[in-house]
């Protein structure tokens, strides 16, 4: 045991990694779940649009969950780069994330301002 932990404090990012990519597999099946379960109804157009909600909303979770991993993964990173970690430059990378970032930001001040106040969206 004492030597797991030497380990783990030796090189944390290995543990990291796999704790992440564990997550990942997780956020797209539960992405696959929801797609999966909607998908027929696209071809068949069988069944009432508020039955495929649930759907939906897997997909977009686990799409959502797959794009926040992908950022603490860069911040992790990034930290460690500059901690002079094992991880290497994360210049383009973490370009990406803030670009991301700012779009979505830029996006929901402008959904805010000009929604009509109440915020309800119906």
Do not use: C
Not at 17 to 27: D, H, N, T
């Amino acid at each position: 045991m004492e030597q797991f932990w030497n380990n783990v404090l030796a090189v944390p990012f290995y543990y990291v990694e796999v704790l992440l990519a564990g997550l990942a597999a997780i956020s797209f099946l539960v992405f696959l779940r929801g797609f999966l379960g909607g998908i027929g109804n696209v071809f068949t157009m069988n069944g009432h649009d508020e039955h495929l909600l649930h759907a939906r909303t897997r997909s977009v979770w686990g799409v959502l969950l797959l794009a926040f991993l992908f950022v603490l993964w860069e911040i992790l990173r990034m930290v460690a780069s500059w901690l002079g970690g094992p991880m290497g430059d994360t210049t383009l990378g973490m370009w990406f994330v803030i670009a991301i970032a700012a779009t979505w930001l830029f996006l929901f001040i402008k959904k805010k301002l000009f929604s009509g106040g109440g915020g309800g969206g119906h």
